[in-house]
């Protein structure tokens, strides 16, 4: 897993957030690839380096076809991502941008989600730049990220609906909660897409000691007194040890007269697809000694109205309790290894005193373990050994 530090000193847009990850990924040629998975042979991807006020960076331009009707609704564009021939988890992530703008388009205008009218962002070229980020910060393994303030810019901004003020109001419900600043120049700085992109990495503004790895620029369309890119860089937490995590709450409620398959895989799928952090279950005895569940879901804070609606829709239970919570983490990253089964992915946690935790992943373990006919403990503690091994450091 990886960590992503975001500079959006010019703003952000769909477009910016895609040159930069192509940038950082060196993933060119999958991105260009992209409209053919994505069934749509008639659009392209124009990859491009470009220099801004000094400074080398990419540009990602999506050409689409003269006739291209922008407007869609939020079933069509899910239609997109669900019949193209992209991994599973950057379909989800992809369809959690597109909610989440969806969200906010209907808290700005008053109207039901399924009944949103995408105009601009519902464009091909909007799609391209959404699909792509998902598919990048996939490539990436990005699991976490920190935010700069958020360059807003000033005036209004010709739309769909008329002149809007700038930020959008889209963008400003996208936004809560995120530094931002005005900045001097009249210009839309930061879209809704690129506002969704963010937000759905559900990024720290806290100040943290961070290592520093190359950047990656990228560029905008229009130039300016500054460069008009937005920067992006791999990081690594260099306090060693705890960091807190804010802006998270924790979701729970009993279900009672409810069989064990309704809570089972099909509504953790589902949880975890709209934003949830962790899902977990277990038996209670409640009034008049009735058997029952305590579901419980650990969020941000942005994800918690869409997964209580899921929790009351798929569920009997009539509530849904809500718990400030934060939490400590340990920093975590995926290592591959190499073992006498073959290869694990392992994850490896750094604890305060600098010693490492390393935890076999299971689904890895278990399928080498069918192929190979040996017990599942034996590939677990061989992985274990080899990462002990391979890494070269004390395990806890």
């Not at 600043?181 to 759905?200: H, N, Q, V, Y």
């Not at 953790?268 to 709209?274: P, Y």
Request: hydrophobic fraction near 40%.
């Amino acid at each position: 897993m990886a960590t992503l530090k975001i500079e959006p000193f010019s703003g952000c847009s769909g477009d910016m957030f895609l040159g930069a990850l192509v940038e950082l990924s060196d993933c060119g040629e999958k991105l260009e690839a992209l409209p053919e998975k994505l069934k749509l042979p008639e659009t392209k991807i124009e990859i491009s380096s470009v220099e801004k006020c000094g400074i080398m960076g990419t540009k990602a331009d999506v050409i689409v076809p003269k006739e291209e009707h922008a407007h869609r609704h939020l079933p069509q564009i899910h239609k997109i991502i669900d019949e193209s021939e992209l991994p599973d988890t950057t379909k989800l992530r992809a369809r959690a941008i597109f909610h989440l703008l969806a969200e906010s388009e209907s808290k700005a205008h008053g109207i039901p989600v399924e009944k949103v009218h995408f105009h601009e962002v519902g464009a091909l070229d909007a799609i391209i730049d959404i699909v792509g980020s998902a598919m990048l910060l996939d490539e990436l393994c990005i699991e976490k990220a920190y935010t700069d303030p958020v360059r807003l810019g000033h005036g209004f901004v010709k739309a769909a609906h008329g002149q809007l003020p700038i930020p959008a109001p889209a963008t400003r419900f996208l936004l809560d909660g995120i530094p931002t600043f005005r900045g001097d120049t009249e210009k839309e700085m930061t879209t809704p897409t690129g506002a969704a992109i963010l937000r759905s990495l559900n990024p720290i503004s806290e100040d943290e000691p961070l290592k520093l790895g190359k950047p990656a620029y990228g560029a905008g369309s229009a130039d300016f007194a500054h460069p008009n890119m937005l920067r992006l860089s791999l990081v690594e937490e260099t306090n060693g040890g705890l960091s807190r995590e804010s802006g998270r709450v924790l979701l729970q409620t009993n279900i009672d007269n409810t069989s064990g398959e309704f809570v089972g895989r099909n509504l953790q799928e589902k949880l975890f697809a709209a934003g949830a952090l962790d899902v977990a279950t277990y038996p209670v005895s409640m009034k008049k000694g009735r058997p029952g569940i305590v579901l419980e879901v650990y969020c941000p804070t942005d994800c918690e109205e869409g997964l209580a609606s899921i929790i009351l829709s798929e569920t009997n239970t009539l509530g849904v309790r809500r718990i400030e919570s934060d939490r400590y983490i340990l920093p975590r990253e995926i290592q591959k290894i190499d073992t006498f089964f073959g290869p694990v992915s392992v994850k490896v946690a750094t604890l305060p005193n600098g010693q490492l935790r390393m935890m076999p992943e299971f689904d890895d373990c278990a399928s080498l373990a069918a192929i190979k006919g040996e017990p599942i403990w034996r590939v677990y503690e061989a992985a274990k050994q080899a990462a002990s091994s391979q890494l070269g450091a004390k395990q806890s």
